[in-house]
């Protein structure tokens, strides 16, 4: 008789390792995910911690059942499953549903995992099995309420909308959202005029001269805002004063030094070299006919 119970995904796997392991070994399969959430409104519920409520998958429920079957006359179980979350978390269903029924009292599980199906490989998974992973466990329920969380809601507007079938991706909803709100602020912008008045100025001795750019931040003992000069009439005639006032000559009457860190440009990626293409043809001159 068997004394040790390996379930894995896919039968055509179970075939397979079952050779391997030999005598001593039966190894079933659970035909992918065993348990999923109830499909009814309240299957995840975000006010109580995001509780997600299951029910054995109708088509796999003779799977479950051979592998109770089997559990009954062994003493070890190994849940073999994908070493991926979407595997982990078929483990953890088993596992629940297995446990629930008080059928793993007395009994060693464990979790292997092995990438590819060979004997090496498979012998020295089963040699070394560890615990459920609850990190990869978690990745695929968040996974799974969010498909639900948007779909539930989301996917019955698309049948109304556009046609029946359709189902609303959990990443490209909230990302379409993201999109028609970004073009909604920029259909609302509304333009403002505004104007900065600038100085080049030089400096120095007529051998070493040096200029330097000023811009105007204080006109009539206040501050400018970006706003202040929003007109051509007010920049000219701010420009008319200045140069009233300087009679020519500018004077620097203080002089900050302050430390700039700058960094480095971040390395080219694919679109934004297409980008600093695009603006390179955009400055060629027209071809001649």
């Not at 409520?53 to 003493?75: F, G, M, P, S, T």
């Amino acid at each position: 008789m068997a004394k040790s119970l390996v379930i894995v995904e896919s039968p055509a796997k179970a075939k397979t390792i079952k050779k391997y392991l030999g005598k001593g070994f039966e190894v079933l399969a659970s035909y992918g995910h065993v348990r999923d959430l109830l499909p009814k409104e309240g299957a995840v519920d975000p006010a109580d911690n995001f509780a997600m409520k299951y029910q054995i998958i109708e088509r796999n429920q003779k799977h479950v059942d051979a592998i109770v079957r089997a559990l009954k006359k062994v003493d070890n179980l190994y849940l073999a499953t994908d070493p991926d979350r979407e595997g982990e978390a078929i483990s953890w269903h088993l596992y629940e549903i297995l446990n629930n029924q008080g059928l793993l009292e007395g009994k060693q599980v464990g979790r292997v995992a092995f990438h590819e199906i060979t004997k090496r490989a498979v012998n020295d998974a089963v040699a070394k099995p560890r615990e459920l992973s609850q990190d990869l466990i978690n990745a695929q329920l968040a996974r799974r309420a969010l498909d639900y969380l948007v779909g539930f809601n989301l996917s019955p507007l698309l049948w109304k909308k556009i046609r029946r079938g359709l189902s609303a991706g959990r990443v490209q909803s909230p990302a379409l959202r993201l999109i028609v709100e970004r073009e909604i602020e920029i259909e609302k912008f509304k333009p403002r005029e505004y104007w900065s008045v600038e100085a080049e100025l030089e400096a120095g001795l007529k051998q070493s001269k040096q200029t330097l750019g000023a811009k105007l931040t204080h006109l009539d003992g206040k501050k400018l805002s970006q706003f202040s000069i929003n007109t051509e009439a007010k920049a000219k005639k701010a420009e008319q004063t200045l140069a009233l006032a300087a009679n020519g000559k500018l004077r620097v009457s203080k002089v900050e030094k302050k430390k700039r860190k700058r960094n480095p440009a971040a390395p080219f990626t694919t679109s934004t070299l297409q980008h600093r293409k695009r603006r390179a043809n955009w400055a060629l001159p027209p071809e001649k006919p």
